[in-house]
């Protein structure tokens, strides 16, 4: 009790981040779980964030994009057990009035509040819950580790573990701290797959270039995984940056400091996505999967999300068949320009690839070494296009029987 | 992918200390969430463990308590979702069959296998379930930061977020590392109550004096917490110290650096112990017991435990009432010499404090002013008994009207 500690045994987390202040509570919406979290920056922040592709879009993504767009937010509030989507007028008058409690609550302008829901999508939006639960626990906010830990788990449905991340590095000698919390899609549950990011730095940096390393960072980490191959209506992923570090704003493209940064966000971002897609519990192998040689970055990657998304592959990498051909076929779907007889194909596991194809001649292979090698949990997929100098990597998750059986038996 | 970053967005957890490797698997004992976990140790460890003083034990429990006899052990297993107790002859069957199974996958003696259970009482245990789990997943041991989150979250059972630590400090200028783990109650499920920590770090320690470190820290960490005021029948805290830093063993007592590593393993289990208190969703309030001026250690915290334990001082800081007398009623049933017309008393928060008492006498103070403070979620009840030097520290929360209905309500 009053010991000198060289540390505390505290986890780190968005609460060693300057000035960011955490809680996690159970309001009542999910039954005997956290699903309101709260995330408090004690100054407005640089802000910047991206949300779903899909057409139909929650209520609470409408009132989040409307406010991204003064660059500024200071405090980001999610439910979890309800998505709000699919709620119409309802709905809409329900994400006002969470990001208004919010607002009110807490004395700052409405435009500094990012709103979140995640759960079941098409339920009334439980208004009352929402409002009277973040006027009740606002005042609890606190910069405790522990704080940090209810806000990872308040915003998690059937995820089996928190997500999170943090990490440290220093600009012109001044220390800066990112941390982050995610949550993604027990696959068992595709119609609640809503996959959510929630970052928090110390860092000073202009809005407009916080948007750009947001938008570019989101393209190389989450926008590269698939699980289910849907987006929710309610994805997003939000950045604040609240410049409590001290250092001086970063304002250009071009300065180093804003590239170590990025490096950084983008670390982040790929650790935080890499977690949602262990979280299947209907999955039984992750999978990187990498293209290089591509003439575009945008070649590499939309190969990558199309040979991930094939179902075909999926079920090969759980039945351990090094089947090259169902690759080559989803390569050839894709959508971009694609010489399979230019093509080199290397599968294996982490630590040891087999070369299958070599200018897209199959290649002699011991066939019973390499369904061993498959049998691991980490797998690596990797195509050379031998067609330029750009890559794109990204991981999934195989498909499986049990995610068939759990996903047949959801009825909700 | 290839960026050179001055660190990774790991969160720091059981798999940093060195020779370290966890997993937390989906066995299918619970609905949809992790409830095996493996802790495993690259090589033997010197172990230490203190375990429930109920009468009625858990078969794992029993198991446990003879191998951790050696002073070894090289893997911990827990099981969540079934507690393994009042099972008779089957459930001690199950436990040994655990044990054999972790041994034998990982071809290592028997007794260097420590096993833990929670969950439900009574049930049947699903050995075969518990056996295949383990075989299954122990070649998924990962020393990656995720597969110590996913053991965090496989021992839990109605626990609303996964409680961690981790700290490190130095010896004669080489690095320590401790981490661990715990799970408590949901206070809703008391007869689920049980309360398990892991630790583990990589100094060495003899194992007589690690067991000497082991029962004094528990003393003053998890002894000092109440949430029910029961001992659950599988309460377990094992530390396995596996010696990896490869720092000069540790054998005396009265070695400072034994006392450094000794204050460090408290602050870790006063950290894990404070996090299980704060994991009551009946509760709204963590309460912080000092009592000071004692003639012994002991008699502090036996009164320390009998004020927390006390159901009317519970209410009464639930109810925000400065309702001393209730606190000396339950010093004076506590079985230890107590005087109260010697004692002073301090009602409060975290900053706050408000003296009530002194030498016995009430004093004047502002009722709404305290009433005001009370309502703050950290309380503390500071009691000198102006009778010696000595003090004790515990942690315990309020007993509300949630967790009457939720316990009224539960009938399982």
């Avoid at 609470?60 to 509030?77: D, L």
């Avoid at 309802?90 to 990001?99: I, N, P, R, W, Y």
């Avoid at 701290?177 to 202009?206: Q, R």
């Avoid at 070599?358 to 949990?377: H, I, V, Y």
Wanted: glycine share 8%; with cysteine.
């Amino acid at each position: 009790m009053n010991n000198q500690t060289t540390t505390s045994p505290m986890i780190q987390n968005l609460t060693t981040v300057r000035g960011i202040s955490c809680w996690g509570a159970h309001i009542g919406i999910k039954s005997m779980r956290r699903d309101l979290a709260i995330i408090y920056s004690e100054v407005p922040a640089s802000a910047a964030a991206t949300f779903t592709q899909n057409k139909v879009v929650a209520a609470p993504i409408t009132v989040s994009r409307r406010h991204i767009k003064s660059g500024k937010a200071q405090v980001i509030v999610c439910n979890a057990g309800n998505a709000n989507a699919c709620t119409g007028e309802q709905g809409m008058h329900g994400a006002e009035a969470m990001a208004e409690a919010a607002a009110n609550t807490l004395k700052i302008d409405k435009e500094l509040v990012l709103i979140a829901s995640t759960g079941l999508i098409g339920e009334p939006f439980p208004t009352d819950n929402v409002v009277n639960g973040i006027k009740e626990n606002i005042n609890k906010l606190s910069s405790d580790s522990k704080a940090g830990a209810f806000a990872a788990n308040a915003i998690l449905t059937t995820d089996t573990f928190a997500k999170e991340g943090f990490l440290d590095f220093d600009i012109d000698g001044i220390h800066i701290n990112i941390a982050g919390i995610a949550k993604g899609s027990g696959m068992i549950h595709p119609n609640m797959a809503t996959m959510l990011g929630f970052i928090v730095s110390d860092i000073a940096i202009a809005p407009p270039l916080l948007d750009k390393a947001v938008k570019e960072c989101v393209n190389k980490s989450f926008n590269m995984i698939t699980v289910d191959g849907d987006t929710s209506t309610n994805d997003m992923v939000a950045v604040i940056c609240n410049g409590l570090a001290g250092n001086e704003m970063l304002r250009s493209q071009d300065d180093d400091r804003y590239l170590k940064f990025k490096d950084q966000l983008q670390e982040m971002m790929i650790h935080l996505a890499k977690l949602i897609v262990s979280d299947g519990e209907g999955s039984s192998k992750f999978i990187e999967y990498k293209v290089s040689g591509a003439p575009t970055e945008k070649i590499a990657r939309t190969l990558v999300r199309s040979i991930s998304n094939s179902s075909l592959v999926k079920t090969a990498m759980f039945g351990r068949d090094p089947n090259w051909g169902r690759i080559i076929c989803a390569s050839g779907n894709a959508g971009v320009p694609f010489d399979y007889t230019s093509v080199d194909l290397y599968l294996g596991d982490e630590k040891t690839q087999t070369q299958v194809l070599e200018k897209g001649r199959p290649l002699q292979f011991d066939r019973n070494q390499l369904k061993r090698l498959l049998r691991e949990a980490h797998l690596v997929i990797h195509l050379d296009m031998n067609a330029g100098e750009c890559e794109g990597i990204g991981w999934g998750a195989d498909l499986t029987t049990d995610y068939v059986m759990f996903n047949s038996v959801y009825t909700t």
